[in-house]
């Protein structure tokens, strides 16, 4: 009897060690990983096609600078205004950072002429410039990367018919778009709304991020910003995809360590909307951050 009441406290010894050390566990995972996973920062992508690129001379339908472009424009900051982006970054290099920096501060001085500058119709300044100075924002951030290219450099392989087809299809959805625009049928806001419906930037990601990987055997074009010594022929198409995507995630690092440096917690992206779709994806895996709706603030 003395034996069995032995072995019933040293179990009941053991339970209550093992209780202990779960509940020390718990305890420890609870306090490290709850700050590790918490998101800290927004961040709104806004896809937009390049504004100062849609000009055309003789259409005043084209030219953002026009008085009835402009209040459609205010509209539309009027949307973005309302999540209050304390960061608002750019597709433009780093290392134009300082430059960026006089024409703001003249910008907000109201000694900067857009239509008098090159480039001035641009969505850096009719958007980023615009919004910032309406929210009193000190700065306007670069985040791009280099490794600007053509879709067209991929252009032989096996399978090559099913990228022509996508590429094909993709204007066939997109051209209309620009065509309204340019026909005065439709406003800014309309057309940004298109852009970053979910619809176009799934149709846009799949023709450049994944159609490609089916293509094998070829080569690409030649291209200042592809290293061809790299290309694997067999691998045409992801090879092609990776050009894409290896830019996206320097932009993704851009983006992360301008946070860091800034603490910024509510941050806007205005970029291509080719790139969208990829950054959402790669953003949405950091548990540091929270991708924001950006039909919430485009309107309906």
């Known amino acids: 009897m003395n034996a069995f009441v032995s072995f019933s406290c040293r179990i009941a010894a053991g339970m209550i060690l093992l209780t202990g050390l779960a509940a ?7 306090s490290t990983a709850s700050p590790a996973t918490a998101a800290t920062t927004d961040i709104l992508l806004l896809g937009c096609s390049h504004l100062s690129q849609l000009y055309k001379a003789g259409n005043p339908n084209s030219d953002v600078l026009t008085p009835k472009r402009q209040a459609e424009l205010s509209a539309v900051l009027d949307g973005l205004q309302r999540y209050q982006p304390d960061g608002i970054l750019v597709e433009e290099l780093p290392e134009n950072q300082a430059r960026l920096d006089s024409l703001y501060q003249r910008y907000r001085q109201g000694q900067l002429d857009l239509s008098a500058l090159s480039g001035g119709r641009s969505e850096v300044y009719q958007l980023g410039f615009a919004l910032g100075k309406r929210l009193g924002l000190a700065r306007i951030y670069c985040v791009n990367a280099p490794g600007g290219t053509s879709q067209s450099i991929l252009h032989e392989g096996r399978n090559i018919e099913l990228y022509k087809q996508a590429d094909t299809d ?13 026909a005065g049928t439709s406003t800014i806001g309309q057309f940004l709304r298109t852009i970053n419906a979910p619809a176009t930037l799934r149709q846009l990601h799949t023709l450049v991020y994944r159609t490609p990987a089916r293509v094998t055997g070829g080569t690409l074009k030649p291209d200042e910003m592809v290293d061809a010594a790299f290309i694997n022929p067999q691998y045409v198409g992801a090879e092609f995809i990776s050009v894409f995507y290896n830019r996206d995630l320097k932009v993704y690092s851009n983006i992360v360590t301008t946070q860091l440096q800034t603490q910024q917690h509510r941050q806007l992206l205005i970029i291509g909307a080719r790139h969208v779709a990829s950054l959402q994806g790669i953003v949405s895996d950091d548990p540091a951050y929270r991708v924001v709706p950006t039909a919430r603030y485009l309107g309906h």
């Open 170 to 182: 993709w204007h066939t959805f997109s051209n209309p778009f620009g065509q309204r625009l340019l």
């Open 24 to 30: 020390c566990a718990g305890t420890k995972t609870h």
